[in-house]
């Protein structure tokens, strides 16, 4: 049988059809999987991080209500005298610490003497509180976060490592993973007198994160050895407490640069091991410990399964097969009868399918077309949208991230993190332009009355409508932000002269508070679901740092300002006060 030219070249260009349209398909396909999976990759280390913030604002939390117990004045009466009826009124203050905060296993004050003597502890014991009686206080001297801490400076706090609670008497927190956070106690002449000392369920803080992530990631915790702490498999965690170590890097060899100090983060797939049936995309991040510590840094992971990045590629690899076989079959009955203009048609597709990694536009195909290439070419482009759309929902998922890495959810104001850079920024421009700057932090009085009394609920509204009136009260070349809980900063720029400046953000600060301190409508919904309103007033502490340039590091600048603050505070609230002055001083520069 002969086969004229018409038919050779038919056949020709219907394999060279279907050959490009598999060649094309694979292609997109390959390069969409690739696309998706790295997308997914940033996604997992932004999630990491976000956690890693967590962590840290919980360390800061502690920190804090440490700071807060060890300012209280019954501390230096038990500790001086071991006052009985202090001693009662410090156990009560502490048993309504960790009534608020249900991860504290134990909280204590501990004196310098008699060998680092206990004397007041509150100990979790299951779903109650105890406070220990006199006779059965410990010594406690011996242990490292008692000495480590006696060594520190008035503020400071220190972190123990974290391991098994052997500690006899611990109550619900033997036996459990436990961190010790501490403080040291100085009285007037600057004398270490004792320390305050919680001790936080890390198991409780954990659930925590966990409870935010989807079902399928993985979370792991390593202190700076690499021996796991956390791992979805318990029998691997905390075995060095139990004769026998568990690396992370065994498990992720990657992460052998994070415990090395040779890296900060790493994303690494593994699919050997544990995880050879199941391969894993995991993300790292080493995260120092800022305070005093035995533990100088640890180690947070997430991990998730490959599949499960790859199912939108899975699903675009199945489109893009039934679209090639619809474009081979086409291509075989049209080339048989239209060889020329068929072969025209497939160069110009395969053309515009090629460059769709590039700009992933499909430009240039026959949409209009009514034959057999329209209907592949308006296939391509369902194929293009779908691409489209699901790039646009890998983009929205990194804007939602982006929003939780920078901005406070409940205020939608800055975060800490936004609010340092921009204060970087300001300080930056300062010493540009000679120009002169504060840094302001603002402390709601009397806050958790508000809480205590009607609900976070309440609390929140009056966050969120402070924010607003703060929003209102500023210049637009000024930045506000929310520090969290009720502390917010604003940052002063483009000031006066400095004879002047300071005067300026004294009036300014003034405005503030008068703004602050007009009353609030809080809304409380009451058992019956009836909405009631009440009105309350709040006022306002504000801690001021000036500067002009980069005289001192942001953080420095944040501190004083704290500093401040807390000098506003000790003067009766309401009121303001300058770094180092009981008025307007000059600039930090």
Partial sequence: MKFGIATKMGLVLAIVGMLAAGITGFYVYRASRSLLVESAKGE???????????????????TRNLRIIAAQPEVLKVLDAADPQAADRLAVFFMSVMKANPGYFQMRLISVKNNGMERVRVDRDEHALLRIAPHDLQEKGHYAYVYETLGLPAGATYLSRIVINREVGAHSGFGQPTAQLATPIFDRQGKARG?????????????????????????????????????????????????????????????????????????????????????????????????????????????????????????????????????????????????????????????????????????????????????????FDRMQKQIRLQLAELEVSGRELQQLAYYDPLTSLPNRRLMMDRLQHTMANSLRHHRHGALLLLDLDNFKTLNDCLGHDAGDQLLVEVAKRLRAS??????VARLGGDEFVLILDDLDDMGTAPMQVETIAAKLQRSLAEPYTIEIRERSGALTQHRHQCTSSIGIAMFSGHSV?????LKRADSAMYQSKAAGRNTLRFFGHDGPPPAVG
């Avoid at 500023?474 to 930045?479: L, M, P, V």
């Fill in 474 to 479: 500023i210049r637009e070349a000024d930045s």
């Fill in 553 to 557: 590091p942001a953080e420095e600048l």
């Fill in 44 to 62: 997992l280390l932004t999630a990491t991080q976000v956690l890693a913030r967590r962590i840290t604002s919980a360390r800061q939390e502690i």
């Fill in 195 to 379: 320390l305050v000392v919680i001790s936080v369920d890390l198991n409780g803080v954990f659930d925590l994160l966990r409870a935010d992530l989807p079902a399928e990631f993985q979370l792991f915790f390593a202190n700076s050895d690499g021996d796991f702490l956390i791992h979805p498999d318990a029998g691997k965690t905390f075995g060095f407490d139990k004769g026998r170590r568990y690396f992370v890097y065994d498990e992720f060899p990657a992460t052998k640069a994070l415990v090395e100090n040779k890296d900060a983060q790493i994303v690494t797939e593994v699919g050997a091991g544990r995880y050879a049936g199941n391969p894993v995309v995991a993300a790292f991040i080493a995260q120092r410990v800022v305070v005093a510590s035995g533990e100088p840094s640890v180690i947070l992971g997430l991990a998730q399964p490959l599949g499960s990045m790859v199912k939108q590629a899975d699903r675009l690899g199945r489109v893009m097969a039934q679209l090639v076989a619809g474009l081979s079959l086409a291509a075989i009955l049209l080339a048989l009868i239209l060889g020329r203009i068929v072969t025209r048609s497939i160069n110009t597709m395969s053309n515009a399918v090629q460059a769709f990694t590039g700009s992933n536009t499909i430009e240039g195909l026959p949409l209009h077309s009514q034959d057999e290439i329209g209907v592949l070419a308006r296939s």
